[in-house]
């Protein structure tokens, strides 16, 4: 087990990748009571398709599967509740399903070993029973209802269903009421036993532990187990343009609200590294759009928009960027919006400003368990290491690549959605 | 962790010394007792007080010189508390070792330019920058039903009793914005810095003789103040027969919502019995509701139980089919009476004393759950956090079900979903 360093910061972090490839960091924070570890496997809503090793054929399993498995994990055949057991030491624990992944966590401050171990083994252990699975999809209705009601959810979703044409992300995480019934206990272990492989798993722990006892547990308890082959999934081929550039929806709203996205093939900057593209691609939706932007002000000043957000995505091949505002003038926002992304250049001043701020945020984030969680997290889904030098790559940064960027991206690919308030009955 | 306070006579300041974090919280605090129609004046002047100032005239430009200072965080909150409204502006700026020296005093008199030199002219609030904040505080107001949940725990405690603060909108009234003037604000904003209780908090790895010495120079306020603030609410009587309301509303999943009275309660059953009498009934995975109602029926996702003990209520929230009202009320109802027959386990108290807990070490790991700690022994004349651990230890099941005997159900709420999913069903 390698110790290093994130720089800059006055933090270590453990490495280690088991024979079977299960991959494990750490990261002690000796001056932390609370810890948080989290077990993961890099399967999702985006595999619904795939071939198991003893099956020849393709077999297509209902949408939402990853997250009905995430539920169904919380079932074990001793009749002891997960949930119950940790809190038996005050810890908390849960567990949630992306696109790309899904995890389980615990976190608390007290009994880090035997809870370490627990978690390990409760999220190798499946029992999936007919009248178990049939149980939870009421749960799970109220679930996926529970997130339809919410407007700003159903736009987002309309977003990526207009960005893609054929990712499995164009559809919720949750699947829907009518495919979440068809789920069987059989499609649960399939899913199961073909992903939920030390290789395709990872564990990640942060704040007070001591790492000998931690990388004894995870040895005692993983290295023996072996990886299945890995299934074969079929290529999804996604469109380099977006499926639909313009659409208009209906919502339970009083105040129109404007999603608009930009959907950039990662091939198109091939030529730069992906977290130094990553952190450019932070860098210019920050001063185009971020609080010091002229585009925020103006925007405000003409009465365009109001709590406004914005994000980005890693989707395979593709990176999106999304927009989402309430606005008493969307199409008047849209054109503002197409008009910032068509400038001819960025402010520099802002750009070292902005390098500025982005340092403060790491630090900031190393001084927090469940920051580091997710920083170790996203590193090890989307660049396969953890990245431990990023104060020193943002000082890197240079104005003549962030140029660039800026005007590789293909600004014409966008999809902008408007949804207007439902007129009344 | 070394805590001095200093009082001086028109304010109050709390030094809490630790090299814990690699930030320095300070939190100002300005409280008065809540009226109804303070509150949408009051959430406008907060707003613009963090909107721009004399020297940093419009939104952008007061953006830019937080981010000079390393990010320096700038947030302000209103919320009630019992019978008071509390207004907190919060800095969070990272220790100058990881930004450059002297950034930690520019920090602070950068906060100190928001509070002491709000951009006026004549006497008011610009007019445009009051157009501007009146314009998101109405799509706020506007859009107060997208978040259903939100919104029927609001009409459920105007149903309970509309007379008491327990019903009082904090987002504030879109009958009070429209009249508000700039000259409204400022007179407003003197009548706030002079005459409310105000109390300084500066958490983080700091020289306390420097701080203060700098608080001082800034905080120049005179007038003496003797008032002793009562926060805890008048009970209100419970209803002879309970009241149900029912309420449609264009959505998939219906609400309930329920309030209970829990009156006659001494401090110790308010401070420290309620709270586990509340996690026991609802307050997470391992609780009597989430096991029956969500595990063995399959009727919800979530469902909580809280209590707020300044306001003398206990509630109860879910998400369900408009189709299952009847059966999770009458399961929520069962379990309430059973709690006041007895029927608590040993080892349900043990667990509820567990989350407590944890919940107490993890405050201590958080700059801004530290403040509030010594805000609540401040405010309140809360215990400390050591008694707080003991007493809650200490809590025994007749106590438990003592309590239990006077939780009685008042109000029961449903925000109930015109929308039928039977898709697939």
Redesign the interface.
């Known amino acids: 087990m390698k110790k290093k360093e994130f720089k800059n910061l006055d933090l270590s972090y453990y490495y280690e990748k088991l024979e079977n490839g299960l991959e494990v960091v750490m990261i002690p924070m000796e ?4 810890y948080f570890i989290t077990y993961a496997t890099r399967f999702g809503s985006d595999i619904t398709s795939f071939a198991s090793k003893d099956a020849k054929k393709e077999k297509k399993y209902p949408d939402g599967i990853a997250h009905f498995l995430e539920h169904k994990m919380f079932e074990q055949e001793d009749g002891v ?1 997960p ?2 057991f940790f ?8 567990a949630s399903t992306s696109f790309d992944n899904t995890q389980y966590i615990c976190y ?3 009994n880090f070993n035997e809870n370490l171990r627990y978690l390990i083994n409760f999220v190798n252990s499946p029992y999936y029973t007919d009248e178990n699975v049939e ?9 996926i ?2 997130y ?5 959810f159903k736009l987002e979703m309309r977003l990526r269903e207009n960005l893609f044409s054929a990712l499995p992300r164009r559809i919720d995480i949750g699947g ?4 979440i ?1 068809k789920i069987t206990k059989e499609d649960l272990y399939n899913c199961y036993n073909n992903f939920y492989t030390p290789n395709n798993m990872f564990i990640i722990i942060v704040g007070n532990f001591n790492v000998k006892e931690a990388s004894k547990i995870i040895s005692e308890e993983l290295e023996l187990k072996e990886n299945v082959k890995t299934p074969k999934i079929k290529e999804i081929v996604e469109k380099k343009q977006v499926r639909l550039k313009k659409d208009e929806i209906t919502g ?4 129109p609200k404007v999603a608009f996205g930009l959907k950039q093939h990662l091939k198109d900057f091939e030529e730069y590294d992906k977290v130094d593209l990553d952190l450019y691609f932070s860098m210019i939706t920050k001063i185009l759009f971020g ?4 585009f ?2 103006n925007a ?2 003409k ?1 365009l928009l ?2 406004l957000y914005i994000d980005g995505e890693d989707a395979g091949e593709f990176k999106i960027f999304f927009l989402m505002a ?1 606005s ?1 003038n969307p199409e008047e926002l849209i054109k503002e919006i197409k008009k910032e992304i068509n400038k001819d250049s960025l402010d520099k001043e802002t750009f070292e ?2 390098k ?2 982005s ?3 790491e ?2 984030i ?2 927090d ?1 469940s920051g580091m969680v997710r920083t170790a997290f996203n590193d090890l889904l989307y660049y396969k290491e953890v990245i431990d030098d990023r104060v020193n790559r943002i000082r890197n940064l240079n104005y003549e690549d962030l140029m660039n960027i800026f005007n590789k991206i293909d600004k014409e690919n966008y999809a902008s959605i408007i949804m207007k308030p ?1 007129k009344r009955k | 962790m070394e805590y001095t306070k200093k009082d001086l006579g028109s304010y109050n300041i709390h030094l809490i010394k630790t090299n ?4 320095v919280t300070v939190k100002v605090i300005f409280r008065r007792k809540i009226k109804k129609e303070e509150i949408t004046i009051r959430n406008l002047l907060t707003s613009l007080m963090v909107f721009s100032t004399k020297n940093y005239d ?3 430009k007061l ?2 010189k937080a ?2 200072l ?2 320096v965080g700038i947030g302000s909150n209103n919320g009630r508390v019992g019978n008071y409204i509390n207004t907190t502006f919060t800095l969070s700026s ?1 220790n100058d070792k ?2 450059e020296k002297n950034n930690l005093n520019n920090a602070i008199d950068f906060l100190c330019e928001i509070l002491f030199n709000p951009d006026i002219e004549n006497d008011a609030f610009k007019e445009s920058n009051v157009e ?1 904040a009146k ?2 505080a109405r ?2 107001l ?2 107060i ?4 949940s939100g919104y029927s725990l609001i009409r459920c405690l105007e149903e309970y009793d509309n007379k008491s603060p327990i019903s009082y909108r904090m987002s504030g009234y879109l009958e009070d914005l429209e009249s508000i003037t700039g000259k409204d604000l400022y007179s407003y904003y003197k009548e706030m810095i002079n005459k409310d209780l105000v109390d300084i908090f500066v958490l983080g790895d700091i020289n306390e003789a420097e701080v203060l010495q700098k608080i001082k120079s800034h905080f120049k306020l005179r007038i003496l103040k003797k008032e002793k603030p009562i926060y805890q609410l008048t009970e209100k009587k419970t209803r002879s027969k309970k009241l149900f309301v029912k309420e449609s509303f ?4 219906t609400k309930v919502n329920i309030v209970c009275t829990c009156n006659g309660l001494n401090y110790h059953e308010r401070t420290y019995v309620l709270p586990l009498y509340s996690v026991i009934l609802g307050g ?3 609780s009597k509701l989430f096991k029956e109602v ?2 063995k029926h ?5 469902i909580f139980a809280y209590p707020n003990r300044l306001d003398n209520v206990l509630i109860v929230q879910t ?3 408009k189709e299952n009202f009847k059966k999770t009320h009458e399961l929520i109802e069962k379990n309430i009476s059973d709690m006041k027959k007895g029927k608590i386990k040993e080892k349900e108290i ?2 509820a ?7 107490f ?2 405050a ?2 958080d700059p801004n759950s530290i403040i509030d700690i010594y805000a609540s022994i401040e405010f309140l004349k809360s215990d400390d956090l050591e008694t707080r651990r003991q007493k809650t230890n200490s809590v025994t099941k007749n106590e438990l079900v003592k309590v239990a005997k006077k939780i009685k159900i008042d109000t029961i709420f449903s925000l109930e ?1 015109e929308q039928n ?1 039977k ?3």
């Open positions: 001056n932390k009571k609370n509740d949930f119950t809190s038996q030491t005050g810890t908390g624990s849960n608390g401050t007290k149980k939870e999809k009421g749960i799970i209705a109220e679930e209802k529970m339809d009601d919410v407007p700003d829907s009421i009518k495919e019934n339970n709203i009083e105040i609080g010091s932007s002229t925020k002000e405000i000043e009465n109001n709590n309430d008493n400003r902005m500025k701020v340092i403060a945020n630090v900031r190393s001084d368990v439902k | 814990k974090f690699k930030t419009s939104k952008r953006t830019i981010q000079d390393y990010s990272l990881y930004t501007i314009t998101k799509s706020n506007l859009s039903k997208e978040d259903s264009n959505a998939k999943q997470g995975t391992d969500r595990e399959s009727l919800c996702y979530s998400g369900i089919d043990e667990i004393k567990q989350y407590f807990e944890t919940s070490d993890e201590e790991e979903g999913e898709e697939g069903i």
